[in-house]
């Protein structure tokens, strides 16, 4: 498995972004997938999972401005950010976990893409 992401970019507070993680390979559709970012001098942390039967988990101060979603057709996995905050800096990680279900901690993730930077201006 393979992950690419897209979508980052410059976006004014109170602005929306969308992310999109394309995954190569066939197991894609019985995979947990999660977006995780990471700011400069800061810990990875999720932001956001989806098991492979469409149950989410947010990082709880996110849930109201961030949506996770996955088409499986396509597979993609897609990360809505809205309301964004200069805070939501960061470079935002797509995930693959193996197993249906979800998972909140990083090392449980054996596949992880190049990342994509979201800048958020104040």
């Known amino acids: 498995v393979q992950l690419v992401e897209s979508g980052g970019g410059l976006v004014q507070a109170g602005g929306s972004r969308n992310l999109s993680c394309l995954a190569s390979?066939?197991?894609?559709?019985?995979?947990?997938l999660g977006w995780f970012r990471q700011a400069p001098g800061k810990e990875r942390e999720l932001v956001a999972a989806?098991?492979?039967?469409?149950?989410?988990y947010y990082l709880d101060s996110l849930k109201d401005r961030f949506a996770i979603s996955r088409d499986n057709a396509e597979n993609t996995v897609y990360l809505q950010m809205s309301s964004l905050k200069p805070e939501d800096t960061a470079m935002y990680y797509c995930?693959?976990?193996?197993?249906?279900?979800?998972?909140?901690?990083?090392?449980?993730?054996?596949?992880w893409g190049q990342g994509t930077q979201v800048t958020v201006s104040s």
């Open positions: 390979g066939s197991l894609f559709s019985f995979a947990g």
């Open positions: 989806i098991s492979a039967g469409g149950h989410t």
């Open positions: 995930a693959y976990k193996p197993g249906l279900g979800l998972a909140s901690l990083p090392h449980l993730y054996t596949v």
